[in-house]
């Protein structure tokens, strides 16, 4: 009877061309597909509650500020914060920038982090600032809170698309789409090859 590491590796063998044409076409599409796609990025602007209330001890007005974080994180994408902002920019919808824009409070500390995500990266930074200072003023006049901004930086690298690793997925894709065919061949062909078998 044969062994069935000499099996494995004829089969191997065999089937190197399919295993190579499915790595080489699936991730070099990918690839090729990434490089051709307009890079995103992401600019981050931070809004540090400071106090909810004047009269309470630092330690109540910090428990206090972590409890309402939540709830101002999700005002922070309200229309009418964002409704100052749309006036600056007259070609942007309010569903163009609420898509743009994610408030995600920190945990365990007074922030919250505000990403704006853009094909440019200066107007990312750009909006990521101006939502920042409209937040501020919709506080001002509608919370018991004083907001602080920290800006965002203009971005430098791309969140998304990242061609290399998007290759290398595509390759295990590809691996594991002719490993499927090379089973599904196999399996398929039930014909005797070997007085052996």
Known sequence: MRNPLTYYALLAQRWAWVILLGVVLCGGTTYIITKLMRPVYQASALLI???LDTTGSGY???IAALNALPTYAQLVTNPTV???VLTQHPGLTLQQLSLMIAAKPQSNNQIIELDVTNTDPRLA????????ESFVHYSITNLAATV?????TVPTIPIQPKPSLDAALGALVGLGLAIALIVAFEWVDDRLTNPEE
Request: zero cysteines; a negative charge.
């Open 49 to 51: 509650i400071v106090r």
């Open 60 to 62: 109540d007005n910090t």
């Open 82 to 84: 964002l409704q100052p």
């Open 125 to 132: 930074a750009q909006l990521a600032d101006e939502v920042g």
């Open 148 to 152: 602080v901004v920290l800006p965002a």
